[in-house]
């Protein structure tokens, strides 16, 4: 399918509904969903925004697990000319109260009965943002003043079709579709803000890489994040696969769920496939109908490859890198590379888009040599939002964009990540920004000054080790301490060490010698 089809959402949304029409579009529990099916529901949300008053280019956000609404309300949101906002569902409420107020957005669509989490009162403890108009929720209890989701749908006879089909039709390529909020060193999330055009040209290329066609695509990666919007509901619309949605990655649920949906492809990191093929009973189980495997974020064991091929039936295993600036993709392994390529590297560049590793000049190093990667192309973001100085500092005047990561590159243009120019961690697959999680620690009235590094973990990868300079007068409790980071940020930020010091080490400009940090909790 030629890149300029679709240059916007909606458009992709009427198209997919054309071309597979009566195909199933969407699983989720007792709904069964075919792509006309699917447009529809879309189409009545998007008419129902308009009733609400969500004007083109209004911020829309969404903060939920993986559910069939979520899908609904993000598609409703482009189709009716707004900007979807996806919130961490691990964000605690000042977390996503930051990125209400900064994208300013207008209205919100949660849960309350997520995992035993109510968004509603995580927010309303932090201080709902004045900007917010309208809080929807999708499934649990409506607390006061908030709106019950088939209540918001039933706006929708408010507006006719044609009002809402002449709102799509002035949805242009180059319009803002997404704002996806990264975590920056600098302390607060930066938003990532992403057009149609790219976002459409770089799943295509993605879904044609891996070869995606009526797949039955199981979603476990989450809709909040580029691989579970972009790559997971935007990918199947192209290519008439069924929409899976997985809120809750366990093993034992995913096991079941592929034989009884027949699931065809299956993304996730590294730990997923691994967690699978140890498991006991996996004889038990058909996974005959397993094709397609896509990913990466954790190096990967070449055997792993071989054994999901040869234990577990996948046709194609594929490997990429991408950021939230560049669309969620740059490289990519093809699904023909050699084992090793797929293990031990992330792929080369997608077409139409340059993959270099420079020095600190901005200069090409030899192949083999490590530096910055640095990524040019249609898939680089417009800028963060609110931010001029920071886009210019991460987009150079040359139009390439500084990741921030160190890699190699080899001789036919694939790449090996090897480390991070910032002092980001990854903590079982989630980013997990230092300065970020040292402000958020500031809040407390006994912590005095703080550092946190990272330090490897056998089972999550990597977790954060916090120093902390006590507060004047203050105790030292490390477990308290702990216990109130859980109450307030994410999980994968909580550091999962806290030691007192006296004093921080820090180099002649007053900056912390984080690297001394890293030696010490080794």
Not at 4 to 18: G, H, K, M, R
Not at 111 to 119: G, N
Not at 409 to 418: H, L, P, V
Not at 447 to 476: C, I, K, Y
Request: glycine residues 8%; charged residues 25%.
């Amino acid at each position: 399918m030629n890149n300029s089809v679709w240059q916007t959402i909606p458009e992709l949304i009427d198209d997919a509904a054309v071309r597979f029409g009566e195909r199933e579009a969407m699983v989720d529990d007792d709904i069964r969903w075919t792509f006309s099916e699917f447009r529809t529901e879309i189409h009545v949300a998007a008419r129902a925004l308009m009733a609400s008053g969500v004007a083109s280019g209004d911020r829309v956000a969404l903060w939920a697990p993986n559910i069939c609404e979520w899908a609904v309300a993000a598609l409703g949101v482009h189709a009716a000319g707004g900007v979807v906002v996806p919130i961490n569902t691990r964000f605690k409420g000042r977390e996503a109260a930051y990125v209400l107020e900064n994208s300013g957005a207008k209205f919100l669509f949660c849960v309350t009965d997520f995992l035993d989490t109510d968004y509603v009162a995580l927010l309303q403890q932090a201080e709902v943002p004045e900007t917010l108009s309208e809080i929807v929720v999708m499934r649990g209890d409506c607390p006061t003043g908030t709106s019950e989701y088939r209540d918001f749908m039933a706006r929708a006879t408010a507006v006719n079709e044609t009002e809402r089909a002449a709102r799509s039709a002035a949805v242009n390529g180059d319009d803002l579709c997404h704002i996806m909020f990264t975590s920056g060193t600098t302390g607060d999330p930066k938003g990532a803000m992403l057009i149609h055009s790219a976002v459409c040209r770089s799943y295509l290329s993605w879904s044609q890489v891996i070869g995606l066609d009526r797949d039955r695509y199981l979603i476990i990666n989450p809709f909040f994040h580029s691989f579970g919007l972009n790559a997971g509901i935007l990918a199947c619309l192209m290519t008439g696969s069924t929409i899976i949605p997985h809120p809750v990655f366990d093993v034992p649920s995913v096991m079941e769920r592929i034989p009884e949906e027949r699931i065809s492809m299956l993304p996730g990191p590294p730990a997923i496939y691994q967690t699978i093929l140890n498991s006991e009973d996996l004889d038990q189980w058909d996974m005959s109908s397993l094709r397609l495997a896509v990913t990466g974020a954790a190096a990967i064991p070449v055997e792993m490859i071989i054994s999901m091929r040869e234990r577990l039936g996948f046709e194609k295993i594929v490997t990429g890198y991408g950021l939230t600036e560049s669309s969620g993709i740059a490289t990519m392994c093809r699904h023909d590379d050699d084992p090793e390529i797929i293990a031990k590297t992330s792929g080369r560049a997608i077409d139409d888009v340059e993959v270099r590793i420079v020095d600190p000049t901005g200069q090409e190093v030899p192949r083999g040599e490590p530096g910055e990667i640095v990524v040019r192309g249609y898939n680089v973001m417009k800028g963060y939002l609110n931010d001029p100085a920071k886009t210019a500092e991460t987009i150079d005047a040359g139009g390439w964009l500084h990741t921030g990561d160190i890699g190699v590159m080899d001789a036919e243009g694939n790449i090996d990540i090897t480390d991070r120019v910032k002092d980001m961690f990854i903590n079982g697959g989630f980013n997990a920004y230092p300065a970020e999680i040292e402000n958020l620690m500031m809040n407390h009235p006994g912590v005095g000054q703080v550092a946190v590094v990272g330090v490897p973990d056998e089972r999550l990868g990597e977790v954060g080790h916090a120093f902390v300079v006590p507060a004047v007068g203050s105790d030292r409790d490390p477990e308290a301490l702990i216990a109130w980071c859980r109450g307030e940020m994410a999980n994968y930020k909580v550091p999962r060490q806290v030691e007192y010091v006296d004093a921080l080490p820090l180099n002649a400009s007053g900056k912390v010698l984080k690297y001394r940090l890293r030696e010490r909790a080794g």
